[in-house]
């Protein structure tokens, strides 16, 4: 399977890392569809940022806890 195939199997996801090794100094949200990521992202200062704009711009999401097989750095996930 390829992203565009998982885009029109699996919902948008937002996942909000907190200072990934691309990003050290910030908190990261990145779209997801299913097990494959986009080139779609953003950089935030702080997690109360990146959760604005998640609640601001996809309002009706919301976030779920982190499994304990996620990488350490992802904080959590927004549906």
Not at 20 to 27: A, E, L, M, T
């Amino acid at each position: 399977m390829d992203l565009e195939t998982a885009k029109r199997i699996y919902p948008a996801m937002w996942v909000i890392y907190e200072y990934p090794r691309d990003y050290p100094d910030k908190f990261v949200v990145r779209t997801w569809y299913g097990e494959f990521p986009t080139n779609e992202m953003s950089t935030h200062n702080t997690l109360n940022e990146a959760r604005f704009l998640i609640m601001a711009d996809l309002g009706g999401c919301s976030p779920l806890a982190r499994s304990p097989n996620d990488d350490p750095c992802i904080v959590e996930v927004w549906l």
